[in-house]
């Protein structure tokens, strides 16, 4: 079965330092990758995609992920974050053979920028 | 509106009644889906529908979940007989089909089983 980890639960940073997400997953087959963004209380928005082609990936509000299929792994980078970058960030996995496309979570990090 | 939106927003329920949660998807959005998210966790899939077929329901955790899209628009997520541990946020997301395309999210209902 499938299965995404998102390796730091909690991800304290400065505001305007850069940052890494961490996301690893589990599987042998071709899948599809996602970043979503919760804000309190607001359901999820998302940032990026990765289906195929460039391992670069990059999404709204300055973000972007690599796509290492040899590691199996799918980090999120932001080089100079805001305080309006504190959320909920949750990585997602999807396998192309997978009728409907439902979405695979990891546990989430939360990321707290401070001043 | 433009977006998914769920109703109620918020739902207190005691142990053994019986609930039923709303989701209208985006116009247009052939697939869509329920996610149930505890807390602290991430969302976990539930059931999946395309059009007005349930095509997959294997993440309902047990015969107490029911889910109905009958009219290949609006869903409804019942929960009979609620139990503590059924106290979450319960997603609904849309989309144009399924695979690559992105699903759209509503803000969630948080039921909560006293």
């Known amino acids: 079965a499938q299965s995404v980890t998102q390796l730091d639960s909690q991800v304290p940073v400065f505001e305007e330092a850069p940052v890494e997400l961490r996301c690893n997953y589990s599987?042998?087959?071709?899948?599809?990758l996602f970043w979503y963004v919760q804000y309190p209380n607001q359901g999820l928005q998302l940032l990026l995609k990765?289906?195929?082609?460039?391992?670069l990936v990059k999404g709204i509000n300055g973000f972007e992920a690599e796509f290492n299929k040899s590691q199996t792994s799918f980090h999120l980078r932001k080089p100079s974050v805001h305080i309006s970058d504190t959320a909920e960030y949750f990585c997602?996995?999807?396998?192309?053979?997978?009728?409907?496309?439902?979405?695979?979570f990891g546990q989430g990090t939360e990321l707290s920028v401070k001043p | 509106g433009a977006g998914v939106s769920q109703s109620p927003r918020y739902k207190v329920a005691k142990r053994g009644q019986d609930v039923a949660l709303r989701c209208d998807p985006i116009?247009?959005?052939?697939?869509l889906f329920w996610y149930q998210q505890a807390l602290g966790q991430g969302p976990e899939f539930l059931t999946y529908?395309?059009?007005?077929?349930?095509?997959?329901k294997s993440g309902l955790p047990s015969d107490r979940f029911f889910a109905e899209r009958p009219e290949g628009s609006v869903s409804t997520l019942k929960i009979q007989r609620t139990q503590q541990e059924d106290s979450a946020v319960y997603l609904c997301?849309?989309?144009?089909?399924?695979?690559?395309?992105?699903?759209?999210f509503g803000p969630g209902t948080r039921l909560t089983v006293l």
């Open positions: 997301a849309s989309s144009n089909s399924g695979g690559a395309y992105e699903q759209f």
């Open positions: 599987s042998s087959v071709s899948v599809y």
């Open positions: 990765y289906l195929s082609g460039s391992t």
């Open positions: 997602a996995v999807s396998d192309l053979g997978n009728q409907g496309g439902k979405l695979i």
């Open positions: 116009s247009g959005h052939v697939s």
């Open positions: 529908f395309q059009n007005e077929a349930q095509l997959d």
